[in-house]
């Protein structure tokens, strides 16, 4: 990426988990007013978005990487800065959730790798992407998405997880908010929806009853303005 007069003028949302579901419903609905720097680690499924985000009208950076890498994201990071400059909103949607068990039957490569998606990754990401937040000429937005159904038994692995997530999302929101040219950070609660996870941890539910992922992302997205 090299830098470029007009791009620093483009608004900019990072999309980390954006190859499908609400990420990728997030992409396409933004796309129409931001350049999409869209992250997930399947390529495929990533262009397939670039193509509906092109059919929009708009522009992608597509970024097939592990978020789980430091390495790879810093460097996309270091990227942004180098093209855009900033950063005008980061929607950090990857998430990980393994089979249902019971919490005495957790695998443990299905634990670990709870932890290094859903924990990990996110206290790795928030002191990568917070200063391009700040950099812009107003202050940037961090989205995270709490699951109201990660509850329950058989849940152990994911709902310990992702309220760890969210955790950190919540102490970074309460941290930042109150200083000058900070982020404002949102933990935002979607309806239940017809995802590749949603069907993991439900099997056999009626998924026309669920709201859409484009309907959700839009409903998401409104709540900013």
């Not at 620093?8 to 999409?36: D, N, P, Y």
């Not at 039957?105 to 990990?120: G, L």
Request: with cysteine; aromatic share 4%.
């Amino acid at each position: 990426m090299t830098q470029n007069t007009s791009d620093k003028m483009t608004k900019v949302a990072l999309i980390t988990g954006a190859s499908r579901g609400l990420g990728a419903a997030l992409a396409e609905a933004l796309c129409e007013t931001h350049h999409i720097v869209a992250v997930a680690r399947t390529t495929g499924a990533l262009e397939e978005l670039d193509d509906r985000i092109q059919a929009r009208g708009g522009q992608a950076t597509l970024a097939p990487m592990d978020i789980t890498n430091p390495d790879a994201m810093a460097h996309l990071c270091r990227g942004i800065y180098d093209r855009w400059g900033a950063v005008d909103l980061w929607a950090h949607t990857a998430i990980f959730g393994q089979m249902l068990s019971p919490a005495d039957h957790i695998d443990a490569k299905d634990w670990a790798k709870s932890v290094a998606v859903n924990v990990a990754a996110t206290g790795q990401l928030i002191p990568m992407v917070a200063p391009l937040l700040s950099m812009g000429d107003t202050m940037g937005t961090a989205l995270f998405f709490d699951d109201k159904a990660a509850t329950g038994k058989f849940h152990a692995a994911y709902a310990a997880s992702k309220a760890a997530q969210i955790e950190l999302a919540k102490a970074w929101a309460l941290e930042a908010n109150p200083i000058a040219k900070a982020p404002m950070v949102h933990v935002l609660t979607p309806a239940a929806m017809p995802t590749a996870l949603r069907a993991r941890h439900h099997p056999g539910e009626d998924r026309s009853a669920l709201a859409s992922c484009a309907t959700e992302a839009r409903r998401l997205l409104a709540q900013l303005v």
